[in-house]
């Protein structure tokens, strides 16, 4: 089974660059994207359609905001897409979609902001995202966890670590939060199998950065230790262009 998540900055700007090829070549059973930044009405039939898959959307109350979407071969027993609290849940960040063999978060947490003023918010939901993720753990579940985290964990996960100790998504509070969670039992995928640095996900429009890789690793699979005998692979497609992040995925036995 072929997993894939994406932030894909907008889906139908993504759309007029290639996305429907790509996915119909690239034939993951699920993907996961975030920042559609888009509601179903907005959607053409070949978005909400296409050959194989059944979609499901997640949309802010705030129009061209956020978003989250699944595209996925297998139907699902259940779709949520809240965690909990309007404040989170108004800006259409979550889908919780519950499988036989497992529970899949396809999560956009927020960005910190412009001079970390939205710190506050991003902390708030990691606590209130742990809890929610924490209770299905506790009942034995199998659980997968994707998408875009908004921070890089230690300082093997982007190009200039010591330059970007005070912004958001490298600050001390948010790094050990991702250490907090993967104690809570859950592992990151790519690093569990790959562990040199140099591997990002995310490179900045405005500094042109994707073509000198000056990145950050801040896209993200975790899964329970439970199904950690199932992973065969972790993997970063950086050459997949049409949004300032690209394709992360894994593949389960």
Known sequence: MKLISWNVNGIRAIAKKGFLEWLEKESPDILCLQ???????????????????????????????????????????????????????????????????FILFNIYFPNGGSGNKRVPFKMAFYEKFLKKVNKSKKEGKKIIICGDVNTAHTEIDLSRPK???????????????????????????????????????????KTGARARDIGWRIDYFFVTENLLASLKNAFILKNVFGSDHCPIGIELK
């Open 35 to 101: 920042e559609t930044k888009s509601s179903p009405d907005q959607l053409s039939d070949e978005l909400l359609t296409p050959k194989g898959y059944e979609t499901f959307w997640s949309s802010a109350e705030k129009k061209g905001y956020s978003g989250v979407g699944i595209f996925t071969k297998i139907k699902p027993l259940k779709i949520s897409h809240k965690i909990g609290k309007k404040e989170f849940d108004s800006e259409g960040r979550t889908i919780i979609a519950e499988f036989e063999d």
């Open 163 to 205: 330059e970007n100790q005070k912004n958001t998504g490298f600050l001390p509070e948010e790094r050990e939060w991702i250490t907090k969670f993967i104690n809570n039992g859950y592992v990151d995928t790519f690093r569990h199998l790959n562990k040199e640095g140099g591997h990002y996900t995310w490179w900045d429009y």
